[in-house]
C-alpha cells in the first residue's frame, strides 16, 4: 500500500492480489509504519494497542453489569494466556477483537444502562459493527446474534432506541459497504470469491485444509479455550458450572430478565462459539473475541465467591512467566523469521537487492518490511491461473524468462531439479554460500 499508493485493491505482490480480508488491518499497520517507519515494532503496533483496548473494554462492560467487578475483569483479561500471547501477532483477529468488544459495550450501555442515552450507544455499535466488518467481513456480526436472543429472551422493559435501530443500521450499510462495492466493481468475479470462497466454503467445505474434520472444533477450540484461559481456567469453569445449575430456572421469563447481565454474556460466549465449532474453517485465534466477556463471567465468578483481588505477588509471578514464555518465543530459532531471513541475504549479496522469489516454498513476506524487497512465490510447474486466491504468483520458467534481477530461494532436495529445469531455457544456477534453514540461496545467470 505504501509502496503504491493504492489503499483499496489489496495485493501482496504487484502481480498478485489478496482478497482474504478486508483492508481495515493493513490500513492500520501502514499507517502505523508510515508514522514511525519500517520496523518489525510498528507492525505489530495495532495488534498491541488492540490488546489494551480489550482490557479496557472488559474493564467497562464489567463495570455496568457487575459493578465492583471491573477491576478483577481488566486483570483477568491482561493477563490470560491466549490475548496475552496474541497481542504482538500481526493477523486480522485482535483487531476484530477491539472492534467487536466495542460493539458489544456499547450495546451493554443501551441495554443495562440510562434509558436516556440508549439511542447513541446503539449508534456506536453499529458503527463499532461497520469497522469490524471491514476488519473481517461476515464473521465481525456473529456477536449479533447475542444481541437477537437477547431481546427474544430477556427484552427491555421499554423500548428503547427503536429509531436508532433503524439509524444505525442505515449507518453500517454507509460504513461497510463501500469499499465492496468499489473493488466488486472493479475486479470482475470477485463478488463470487468472496461469497464462495471466503464465506461459504469456510462454513461448508474442507476447502481451506483448517481443521475441517467432524472433532476438529474439539482439537483446536478445546485447548485453546482450556490453555489461553490460564491462570483463571479454574475460575472460568466454576462460571460454566453456576450458569449450567441456572439453565432450569431460565425457563422462566422473570428469572432470565432478573439474570438478564449475566444470560448476556453467555450468549456473548456461547453462540459465537457454536458458528465456529460448526464452520469446518478452525483456528485458535477465531475465539479470540470471546476472551472479553469471559475475563468478564470470570470476574463476576470471582466476586460472587466473595474474594478480593489476588495477591499482588503471585500477580507478577505469573507476569514474569509471562514475559519469559515471550522472550523464549522470540529467541526460538525458527525458519518463519524473516529478519534472520533478512541477514542471511545481506551476507550473501554486495547490491540492492529487487526482489526475491521462493521456488515452491513458504514465502518470507516479512522481507519486505526488513529490505524493502518485492516477494514472489512460484510454482514448479505452470498452473492454470486462478483470478482470486491463487497460491503462486507465477511459474518458475514464466519468471526465470522475465529476466529480472532476483534473488531466488528453494528447499535443497529442489535445487538439482530448478538446474535441470533451467539448463534448456539458457540459465544457470549460481548457488550464493551455505544453504541457510535447508534452502538453497541462488542466483540466476543467462
Given at each position: 500500500?505504501?509502496?503504491?499508493?493504492?489503499?483499496?485493491?489489496?495485493?501482496?505482490?504487484?502481480?498478485?492480489?489478496?482478497?482474504?480480508?478486508?483492508?481495515?488491518?493493513?490500513?492500520?499497520?501502514?499507517?502505523?509504519?508510515?508514522?514511525?517507519?519500517?520496523?518489525?515494532?510498528?507492525?505489530?503496533?495495532?495488534?498491541?494497542?488492540?490488546?489494551?483496548?480489550?482490557?479496557?473494554?472488559?474493564?467497562?462492560?464489567?463495570?455496568?453489569?457487575?459493578?465492583?467487578?471491573?477491576?478483577?475483569?481488566?486483570?483477568?483479561?491482561?493477563?490470560?494466556?491466549?490475548?496475552?500471547?496474541?497481542?504482538?501477532?500481526?493477523?486480522?483477529?485482535?483487531?476484530?477483537?477491539?472492534?467487536?468488544?466495542?460493539?458489544?459495550?456499547?450495546?451493554?450501555?443501551?441495554?443495562?444502562?440510562?434509558?436516556e442515552r440508549a439511542g447513541r450507544w446503539l449508534l456506536l455499535m453499529w458503527v463499532s459493527f461497520a469497522a469490524a466488518f471491514m476488519t473481517?467481513?461476515?464473521?465481525?456480526?456473529?456477536?449479533?446474534?447475542?444481541?437477537?436472543?437477547?431481546?427474544?429472551?430477556?427484552?427491555?422493559?421499554?423500548?428503547?432506541?427503536?429509531?436508532?435501530?433503524?439509524?444505525?443500521?442505515?449507518?453500517?450499510?454507509?460504513?461497510?459497504?463501500?469499499?465492496?462495492?468499489v473493488v466488486v466493481l472493479r475486479h470482475e468475479g470477485l463478488l463470487a470469491y468472496f461469497l464462495g470462497t471466503e464465506v461459504v466454503a469456510?462454513?461448508?467445505?474442507?476447502?481451506?485444509?483448517?481443521?475441517?474434520?467432524?472433532?476438529?472444533?474439539?482439537?483446536?477450540?478445546?485447548?485453546?479455550?482450556?490453555?489461553?484461559?490460564?491462570?483463571?481456567?479454574?475460575?472460568?469453569?466454576?462460571?460454566?458450572?453456576?450458569?449450567?445449575?441456572?439453565?432450569?430456572?431460565?425457563?422462566?421469563?422473570?428469572?432470565?430478565?432478573?439474570?438478564?447481565?449475566?444470560?448476556?454474556?453467555?450468549?456473548?460466549?456461547?453462540?459465537?462459539?457454536?458458528?465456529?465449532?460448526?464452520?469446518?474453517?478452525?483456528?485458535?485465534?477465531?475465539?479470540?473475541?470471546?476472551?472479553?466477556?469471559?475475563?468478564?463471567?470470570?470476574?463476576?465468578?470471582?466476586?460472587?465467591?466473595?474474594?478480593?483481588?489476588?495477591?499482588?505477588?503471585?500477580?507478577?509471578?505469573?507476569?514474569?512467566?509471562?514475559?519469559?514464555?515471550?522472550?523464549?518465543?522470540?529467541?526460538?530459532?525458527?525458519?518463519?523469521?524473516?529478519?534472520?531471513?533478512?541477514?542471511?541475504?545481506?551476507?550473501r549479496v554486495d547490491h540492492q537487492v529487487e526482489e526475491v522469489v521462493f521456488v515452491e516454498d513458504m514465502a518470507r513476506y516479512g522481507l519486505?518490511?526488513?529490505?524493502?524487497?518485492?516477494?514472489?512465490?512460484?510454482?514448479?510447474?505452470?498452473?492454470?491461473?486462478?483470478?482470486?486466491?491463487?497460491?503462486?504468483?507465477?511459474?518458475?520458467?514464466?519468471?526465470?524468462?522475465?529476466?529480472?534481477?532476483?534473488?531466488?530461494?528453494?528447499?535443497?532436495?529442489?535445487?538439482?531439479?530448478?538446474?535441470?529445469?533451467?539448463?534448456?531455457?539458457?540459465?544457470?544456477?549460481?548457488?550464493?554460500?551455505?544453504?541457510?534453514?535447508?534452502?538453497?540461496?541462488?542466483?540466476?545467470?543467462?
Amino acid at each position: 500500500m505504501l509502496d503504491s499508493g493504492n489503499f483499496i485493491d489489496l495485493s501482496r505482490h504487484h502481480e498478485s492480489g489478496h482478497w482474504t480480508k478486508p483492508p481495515v488491518t493493513y490500513w492500520a499497520i501502514a499507517a502505523s509504519i508510515a508514522t514511525f517507519g519500517p520496523h518489525p515494532w510498528s507492525a505489530r503496533l495495532p495488534a498491541a494497542l488492540a490488546f489494551l483496548a480489550c482490557t479496557w473494554l472488559a474493564w467497562r462492560v464489567a463495570r455496568r453489569l457487575q459493578p465492583g467487578s471491573e477491576n478483577m475483569a481488566a486483570l483477568a483479561y491482561a493477563t490470560m494466556l491466549l490475548p496475552f500471547g496474541a497481542a504482538n501477532l500481526i493477523t486480522t483477529d485482535f483487531v476484530l477483537a477491539a472492534f467487536q468488544g466495542l460493539a458489544m459495550w456499547a450495546w451493554v450501555e443501551s441495554r443495562f444502562g440510562p434509558h436516556e442515552r440508549a439511542g447513541r450507544w446503539l449508534l456506536l455499535m453499529w458503527v463499532s459493527f461497520a469497522a469490524a466488518f471491514m476488519t473481517k467481513g461476515p464473521p465481525a456480526l456473529l456477536p449479533l446474534l447475542a444481541v437477537v436472543a437477547m431481546m427474544w429472551l430477556a427484552p427491555a422493559g421499554d423500548r428503547r432506541g427503536t429509531r436508532a435501530w433503524w439509524a444505525g443500521a442505515l449507518l453500517f450499510a454507509a460504513l461497510a459497504l463501500p469499499w465492496y462495492l468499489v473493488v466488486v466493481l472493479r475486479h470482475e468475479g470477485l463478488l463470487a470469491y468472496f461469497l464462495g470462497t471466503e464465506v461459504v466454503a469456510r462454513i461448508a467445505s474442507d476447502k481451506l485444509h483448517r481443521n475441517p474434520e467432524w472433532y476438529g472444533w474439539l482439537l483446536v477450540y478445546g485447548p485453546t479455550l482450556v490453555l489461553g484461559t490460564l491462570p483463571w481456567t479454574a475460575v472460568a469453569w466454576r462460571a460454566l458450572r453456576s450458569a449450567a445449575g441456572r439453565l432450569k430456572a431460565w425457563r422462566d421469563a422473570a428469572s432470565r430478565r432478573q439474570d438478564a447481565p449475566l444470560l448476556a454474556l453467555w450468549l456473548w460466549v456461547l453462540l459465537p462459539l457454536l458458528v465456529f465449532c460448526i464452520a469446518r474453517s478452525r483456528l485458535p485465534l477465531y475465539v479470540l473475541p470471546l476472551f472479553v466477556p469471559i475475563a468478564v463471567l470470570v470476574a463476576r465468578q470471582w466476586l460472587a465467591e466473595g474474594r478480593s483481588l489476588p495477591r499482588i505477588r503471585w500477580i507478577a509471578v505469573w507476569v514474569i512467566v509471562l514475559l519469559g514464555l515471550r522472550l523464549a518465543s522470540a529467541l526460538w530459532p525458527s525458519n518463519k523469521d524473516a529478519g534472520r531471513w533478512a541477514e542471511a541475504l545481506d551476507s550473501r549479496v554486495d547490491h540492492q537487492v529487487e526482489e526475491v522469489v521462493f521456488v515452491e516454498d513458504m514465502a518470507r513476506y516479512g522481507l519486505h518490511l526488513h529490505m524493502g524487497v518485492a516477494v514472489e512465490k512460484v510454482s514448479l510447474e505452470p498452473r492454470p491461473r486462478e483470478l482470486y486466491g491463487a497460491e503462486f504468483d507465477s511459474s518458475f520458467a514464466g519468471e526465470l524468462l522475465e529476466r529480472e534481477d532476483a534473488i531466488w530461494v528453494t528447499k535443497q532436495p529442489m535445487f538439482p531439479v530448478l538446474v535441470e529445469r533451467a539448463a534448456p531455457l539458457g540459465f544457470r544456477l549460481v548457488p550464493l554460500g551455505e544453504p541457510y534453514e535447508g534452502r538453497v540461496i541462488f542466483r540466476v545467470v543467462r
